[in-house]
């Protein structure tokens, strides 16, 4: 759907080179919702604005659709570029028009008749739930609908792409909860892949399948949302997944432990709660687990579960008991206490 294929992006001027991307390749399939999260300056916008060719690449090729869009007939790329949309982080409404007319406005520069503008708008204004809006001008509205109206305008030309470049970033939590909901049932129901950009874990976590995680122009680590949030194996990974699941070893544990005490860290996905499962190896084996921190959250509406367990035992007793936890299919590392 969107494939980079060693994408990279220089910005020259007079004074300086700036290396913005430096060699991206990245899948995204039909169907997703991909995220690509990093600090300030990593090269997330001109990712994403490679996509629509708001910004060229310098070497490397992007296909979308199957269709590499640089080497495209003006006539052809019009057409292709109508399939993607794309909302800002700061919304970029007209504030001259009325809601209404901020909606129609890609129909209306692509020759749509008045009739059918007329039911597009009012369709995707209820989609968005601001049908009562219409009248109204931007100045008028919350931010979260002012994004609300920017998705209705991005969907107007139905696109098969939606680019989403820190879209929440100027909202609070609830309503970047709520924006994002609607992003889902973009996703849904209207089958529209979803590109998004943030710099935060939270948003990821809400509505992501996939993710990758950029750093200094470069994709550091990718893949599903599950296994990174599970096992991020960088450490600007773990620190963004710190941001959102707190799993880490107790620091009252950390000063009071004597010797090399053996930590399991577990995680759970789905209904599979860890209480049966910590009582069965305890009955099963002989070792004793003291669970230091137990938590629970949500990752795209499933629950993620967390444990941080110390087991004592015999040496061969807690091997069988981490090759019997393996073997459920649950994830189990051995964290150290001292890194
Ligand atoms: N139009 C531009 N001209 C020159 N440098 C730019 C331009 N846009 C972005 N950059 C630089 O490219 C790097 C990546 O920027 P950007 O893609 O905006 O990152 P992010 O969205 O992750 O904050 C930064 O060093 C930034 O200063
Ligand atoms: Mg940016």
Redesign the pocket.
């Known amino acids: 759907m969107i494939e980079f294929q060693n994408v990279k992006?220089r910005?020259?001027?007079k004074k300086q080179t700036?290396?913005?991307?430096k060699g991206i390749d990245l899948i995204v399939e039909k169907g997703d919702i991909f995220g690509v999260v990093?600090?300030?300056?990593?090269?997330?916008?001109?990712?994403?604005?490679l996509v629509n060719l708001l910004?060229r690449p310098s070497e490397g090729e992007i296909l979308v659709n199957g269709k590499a869009l640089t080497s495209l007939k003006p006539k052809d790329l019009r057409a292709e570029k109508k399939k993607i949309g794309m909302i800002f982080q700061h919304f970029n409404l007209l504030n001259s028009k009325t809601v209404f007319d901020n909606v129609a406005m890609p129909l209306i520069l692509s020759g749509t008749p008045v009739k059918e503008i007329q039911t597009r708008v009012n369709e995707l204004l209820e989609f968005v739930g601001l049908l009562g809006k219409a009248k109204n001008y931007p100045e008028q509205l919350s931010g979260g609908q002012k994004q609300r109206i920017g998705i209705a305008r991005a969907l107007a030309t139905n696109p098969s792409i939606l680019l989403c470049?820190?879209a929440t970033s100027a909202l609070d939590p609830q309503t970047t909860s709520a924006v994002l909901q609607l992003l889902k049932k973009v996703n849904q129901e209207y089958n529209i892949t979803i590109l998004l950009?943030t710099?935060e874990m939270s948003v990821i976590r809400e509505i992501c399948n996939k993710v990758a995680v950029?750093e200094g122009?470069r994709i550091v680590e990718q893949g599903p949302v599950f296994d990174v949030f599970a096992k991020p194996q960088t450490e600007i990974a773990q620190n963004f997944v710190r941001t959102v699941i707190h799993d880490e070893i107790p620091k009252s544990f950390k000063s009071q432990a004597a010797g090399n005490p053996i930590i399991w860290k577990i995680n759970f996905i789905g209904a599979n709660s860890g209480k049966p499962l910590l009582s069965t190896v305890a009955k099963q084996f002989d070792v004793d687990l003291n669970v230091l921190s137990a938590n629970i959250s949500e990752i795209q509406e499933t629950p993620f579960g967390n444990l941080i367990i110390e087991v004592t035992g015999e040496e061969s007793e807690i091997k069988k008991a981490y090759d019997y936890i393996q073997a459920e299919n649950i994830l189990v590392q051995e964290v150290r206490i001292h890194e």
């Open positions: 992006k910005y020259e001027s700036v290396e913005a991307l990093g600090y300030s300056g990593a090269g997330k916008s001109t990712l994403i604005r910004e470049d820190e950009i710099h950029m122009g």
